[in-house]
Each structure stands twice: as C-alpha cells, then as structure tokens.
C-alpha cells in the first residue's frame, strides 16, 4: 500500500514554498502531489521518497499530518485507458474519494494516485480486472 | 427634563442617609432569604446590624458570574416563585444563562429608573419611540418598553432585526425616537441612505443607544449621519437591565440610579476600593430589588466615577463612557461571548481544545465575530469536504451555544501567537 502524506495549509503566500523547501532540506524527493482547496484552506497531499521522514519532518516543523493508504496503478496511456480501471470500482461500489496522476510516464502507461473509501475491497476488484498496481517502492522512487 | 427631582436631585447628605437605610435593610433580606449570602456573610463573621456606614459596604464580600452560576437557575432569588413576575436571561459562559428575576415592585422600579433615562434623552409623551432592542429574554426590549409607556410616550414595540421594516415604519409612523444598540443605528442609517429614502421624511430627533460598548467617536457619527441627539444609556441584566445609568444633555459622565443601584469602583485584581475619580472595576449592590437582589457585584467594566455637581441639576454620581473590561468577554452585537464559551464548544470536537482565537472587527457598521481555530491531529481530515463540514458543524454549535454567528476559519497549527505559553483569546479590532 502506498502511504500518502497529507496536510493542512492554510491559503497564504508563501506557505507551499514552505513545505517544499522543507522536504528539500531533508533530502526527501517529492514523487507526485495535490492540492485541494477551498478559499482559505488547503489540502496538501504528496508522495513521496521517504514518507515516514517526511511526516516526522513536518510535525516537527508544526503541520498538522497524517499518513493515508492510498491506491496506485498503471493504466493505458491512451484515450479512454482510466475510465476502464474506474469502470471496475463504479461496478463493484467502490468510490474514489479524490485522485492524480504521477508526472511523466512509465512505457505505453499512465499512472495515477486513487484514494477509495475501501481500500482492501478496491485492491481486490482491480487486481481481479487485470489491472496493474503499483508498487509501493515503485511509487516512492519510480 | 428632569423625571424624579426629588431623587435625581436629592443633597448628598439626604441620598447617603437613604443608601445606607436601604443597605442595612438589605443585608437583613438576603441574610435570611438567600442561603449563598447567609454563608457568605456567616464565613466573615459578619452579622446583619454591623452595618452603620455606607463605608462598611467594604467589608461585604463580592458577588461574581460564577456565583450566579453556581446557583442557576433560581437559587439567588431572595423571595418565593409565587413572588416572581417575570424572569430574564443572558447568555453564560457555560451555555446556561444567567437568569434574573423580578418581583412586581422590581418592575415598578425598572420602569421608574428607565423614564429618569428616558427624560434624560428628552423623550417624553410627545414621543413616538421605537424600540428596535430585542424583546424577550434580552432585557433590552421588555426593559425599554415600560420606562417609554410610563413616560407616556408612543411605544412601537418592533423589537430586533427587520431593517426593511424598522425604517418604513419610523418613515410612516414619524418615530421621534430610536433605542436600539449603536451599530444597529448606523445601520439604519447606512440603510436608509443605500434604499434612496430620503432623511427629510423622517422625524427621528433622538437616540437612546446601548447594551454595547461604544466610543465619543461612534456617537459623533451617529449623531451626523442621522442628525439627530445620541445619548448612551447603560445597564445590566444582573442588576436591573437598561436604565442603571444614563447620560444627560451635558455629556459629563452617565447618572447612575444610585438611590437603586449603589455604585463603587475597587481594583480588579486586588478587590480593594477605589476613592471616587479613580478608574477601576465597576461594582453595583442593589438597594432595593427584592426577587434577586446582588451585593458588590462586579460587572468586569471598567470606568472611573465623579460626583461634582452636574451642570443639568442631577446630584446622583456619573461614570465616565466604558472603556474595557477586567475580564476576556466582548460583546457582539449586544450579545455577551465569553472566549471560554467557545472553548467548551470546540472541546466537542477533541479530545482536548484547540488554540483558538476571537477577532472582533467592525464591517461597515456591524460587528463582525471571527473565530480562528487552529488545525489539530483530532480535527485533522484530508479531504477539504469533511474540512468545511467540520467548519459548518463549529459554525452551528457556536449559533445555537452562544446565540451569534461567527465566521469559522481554519488555521495551521502555531499561527495563533503564543505569549508565555497561553494564546491571546481576543483581538478586538473595532475602533470604538
């Protein structure tokens, strides 16, 4: 399972540099990341190289932090390629809370970030549709 | 316009004689009917009849929130329910209120000490007064009503809210006077002028504003937009509701009812009284409430007292305009907050409270509560939905705790400033 770290920024200048700064000073290599946003506030969520340093250095720098269990697979990079792989979690109840997509691309694939409201059962129904998962080293250090 | 010469009037002397007469008989009441003063005065060794001075009332031990919340809801009531005509409340720091009774003569008197108020901003039974303070368990609306019928005047009782309506109404019906908070007079006037209404048409002449603090600076403005004469009438729940005091046409200070409502000022941290004309907490006892009578209650306002003579006649003792409080609580739209109020919600929400901060601000003419509230592990969510419902969710407890809505923001953790370990509760950004 691949450990996303997610955060609470707040909407002000300055405050994401902050962050990437920081996991710049520690070594830790951002692999891919999110925000969601409303007009004050933000959710930051990132994976990364070293996720357990990561969530150590931020807490310690005073984030607020937690680690979430988040999905990862391979799709066909071409039109229509995601909509199959979430075909099979429509069919079998399984919601995508939010997702994204990793930078750059592995081959003919596409690899893209899900997080399920049921992360075992969701595993299950893609790993039984053919669908490629990624590893968790895969993920932190592609 | 003097309603009561003889008591707003009376030589010192004859006052003091008076105060102490209805002192001594009211430590005798409380003695026997309210057992928290009994032991109160039993824990000093004090007994009814020690009492020969209006001096002495310095030894009397204090009356605080906390009593009066130690004993909700009627346990400071000094005589039987039977006794009791009506019953008032204003909103605590611990989501109970704080409830005050009146027996049929405390109504009589509450009425008595709102004309003298009332006179004092020539308004009398040629008046046509509006009274936009809310009407029912707020001690503004019910409280200004009486003094305004006794007076004679006009009485719309229109009670809060409803701009709209508040100025077809003083545009049809010529109300000649307006009592409501200050803010909500300026936005009446910010109102009227945005509806393209035009001033001419109105008769209002005078204003009768309270139940929030409020600066000279805020009077002169009033006073200018809306062209009219602005007086600051001030009060309490605890000790009666409006009509404690009030300021006369000379602008000197506010009259206090003192033949009713005995005034002394005492340092807030050492308890120890103040000589007259020096500033410190404001204390009342009142002289002569029967159903919840208060000794050396302490309002947590702070303002300094005189009592040279007043150039109107009046003899009782001014208090200068209220400039702060001893305490954190601030007051929102004529509505009391407490920052422990809104700890006690957030505590819902964790297992411990998060830091939080109150900011106070004045948006046009309305104050504006913002409740800052740092992001913590128990409140921490990584989908921005469950965020802004955990928003909504602080939003609504804080409406129906403490009666005000407030504009919930999540912060990060350590933005709210810290001194010395504990964070400051309350930023107050109004200019009064």
Redesign the interface.
């Known amino acids: 399972m691949i450990k996303?770290i997610?955060l609470?920024?707040?909407n002000k200048k300055g405050?994401l540099a902050h962050v990437c700064r920081a996991m710049g000073e520690e070594g830790i290599n951002i692999r891919a990341l999110s925000i969601?946003?409303?007009t004050?506030?933000?959710?930051l969520?990132l994976i990364v190289d070293d996720p357990q340093k990561a969530e150590a250095q931020l807490k310690a720098r005073?984030?607020?932090v937690?680690i979430?269990d988040v999905v990862g697979i391979k799709v066909a990079d071409r039109p229509g390629g995601l909509a199959e792989a979430l075909d099979f979690l429509d069919d079998a109840d399984v919601s995508v809370?939010?997702m994204y997509a990793f930078l750059g691309k592995c081959g003919d694939q596409a690899m893209v970030i899900l997080?399920l409201n049921d992360t075992a059962k969701g595993l299950t129904v893609l790993t039984n549709s053919g669908i490629e998962i990624m590893e968790e080293a895969e993920a932190y250090n592609f | 316009m003097i309603w009561n010469e003889h008591a707003e009037c009376m030589p010192k002397e004859d006052l003091e004689a008076l105060q102490l007469r209805r002192l001594q008989e009211l430590v005798i009441r409380v003695y026997h009917n309210v057992p928290f003063y009994r032991n109160k005065l039993q824990a000093i060794g004090y007994e009814p009849g020690d009492i020969t001075s209006l001096k002495d009332i310095e030894k009397l031990p204090f009356t605080t929130k906390q009593d009066l919340r130690d004993n909700y809801p009627f346990d400071m009531f000094a005589v039987p329910m039977s006794e009791v005509v009506r019953v008032h409340a204003s909103s605590g720091t611990t989501g109970k209120p704080t409830v005050v009774g009146y027996s049929r003569r405390d109504l009589d008197i509450w009425a008595e000490v709102t004309a003298r108020c009332l006179y004092m901003a020539n308004t009398d039974r040629k008046a046509m007064i509006q009274i936009a303070y809310g009407y029912g368990l707020f001690t503004g609306g019910l409280g200004l009503h009486y003094g305004a019928e006794k007076v004679g005047a006009s009485v719309i009782p229109m009670s809060g809210g409803n701009t709209e309506k508040q100025l077809m109404l003083m545009e049809d019906f010529g109300t000649t006077t307006l009592a409501c908070t200050p803010s909500y007079a300026l936005h009446l006037i910010e109102s009227l002028e945005k509806s393209g209404r035009d001033r001419s048409n109105f008769k209002l002449k005078y204003g009768i504003f309270g139940a929030e603090p409020w600066s000279e600076r805020m009077r002169k403005q009033i006073e200018d937009r809306w062209g009219i004469k602005a007086y600051d009438i001030y009060g309490l729940s605890e000790i009666m509701g409006p009509g404690v005091a009030c300021d006369c046409d000379v602008r000197n200070g506010l009259h206090i009812n003192e033949d009713h409502f005995y005034a002394e000022t005492i340092n807030p941290d050492t308890g120890a009284s103040l000589p007259i004309g020096e500033k410190g907490e404001l204390v009342f006892t009142t002289l002569t409430k029967e159903a919840f009578p208060l000794i050396r209650y302490r309002t947590r306002d702070i303002t300094t007292l005189h009592d040279e003579p007043c150039a109107c006649g009046r003899t009782t003792v001014r208090m200068e305009k209220i400039t702060g409080r001893s305490d954190d609580m601030i007051i929102v739209r004529g509505v009391n907050v407490f920052p422990t109020q809104v700890e006690s919600v957030l505590l819902e929400f964790g297992e411990t409270a998060p830091h939080y901060q109150l900011i106070v601000e004045r948006e046009g003419t309305m104050d504006k509560l913002t409740i800052e509230v740092e992001?913590?592990?128990a409140?921490?969510?990584?989908?921005?939905t469950e965020?802004?419902h955990l928003e909504r969710r602080i939003y609504h407890r804080i409406d129906s705790v403490l009666g005000i809505s407030a504009d919930i923001?999540?912060?990060?953790?350590?933005?709210i400033p810290r001194s010395e370990g504990k964070s400051k509760r309350v930023i107050d950004k109004r200019s009064l």
Do not use: N, W
Not at chain 2, 409 to 415: A, Y
């Open positions: 996303q997610s609470f920024l707040e405050r969601a946003d409303t004050d506030f933000g959710v969520r005073g984030f607020s937690t979430t809370e939010y997080r | 992001m913590s592990p409140l921490f969510s990584d989908t921005v965020l802004s923001r999540l912060v990060e953790p350590f933005s």
